[in-house]
């Protein structure tokens, strides 16, 4: 495991552990005001953030790992210094979902080891096929994770557009990024991968799945 995944298993291990505590007391008596927003910890619809913060920062994490093999397979060819800039945007968005986590009091899926194992090997399996095939890996899976981003938009602008301001904020520009390193993967070459129409929707198949689990376990 490399050190950024190492960083993140260890805070999360000690988020469960329950080695981050607030002050005794503190959920009866405190208000977390997010930002200048009327969204507070009092206020919001717990269900629905929990289950937004907590899918998110899985689907962050797991994408992590993901250029975490590409960049293992990949790191010193021509296509390296293109993944490792997608993979830094993807680590400031697992730093942001770490945050997040704590200022709401989200746990983490129980899932985080499977995903730390699942997504290297999906990263560093499909670079194995290439510099093509590493690029396809990332359209399927930030055009799932776009996709996904798109719902929770939704949500929120239903629910309450003001009150979830700039947690909307946060999400419409993780989304454009993602969108961003799915173009890239599309100019370098993804589509030339072996079996790309079958690869993609595989994915993307698991990405759905990855979804659905990390939103309720």
């Excluded at 590493?134 to 798109?150: D, F, G, K, L, R």
């Amino acid at each position: 495991m490399g050190y950024a995944g190492a960083v993140a298993v260890s805070s999360l291990w000690r988020l469960c552990s329950g080695a981050l505590r607030f002050p005794s007391g503190y959920a009866k008596s405190a208000s977390i005001r997010f930002c200048s927003t009327g969204m507070t910890y009092e206020n919001i619809n717990r269900a629905t953030i929990d289950r937004i913060i907590r899918v998110d920062h899985a689907g962050e994490y797991g994408a992590n790992r993901i250029y975490a093999g590409q960049m293992a397979v990949l790191g010193r060819t021509s296509v390296g210094p293109v993944i490792q800039k997608m993979w830094d945007q993807e680590k400031a968005h697992l730093k942001k979902f770490n945050e997040l986590m704590i200022t709401f009091r989200v746990r983490p899926t129980i899932l985080m080891p499977f995903w730390n194992v699942m997504g290297f090997v999906l990263g560093a399996g499909t670079a194995m096929l290439g510099k093509e095939g590493a690029m396809a890996c990332t359209v399927a899976v930030e055009e799932s994770i776009a996709h996904h981003y798109n719902n929770q938009i939704r949500t929120l602008m239903e629910e309450d557009p003001e009150k979830y301001e700039e947690l909307l904020q946060i999400i419409k520009k993780f989304r454009d990024e993602e969108l961003e390193h799915h173009d890239t993967g599309l100019d370098h070459d993804a589509e030339l991968a072996p079996a790309y129409t079958i690869l993609k929707n595989a994915i993307q198949v698991g990405c759905k799945a990855a979804i659905y689990l990390s939103e309720r376990i």
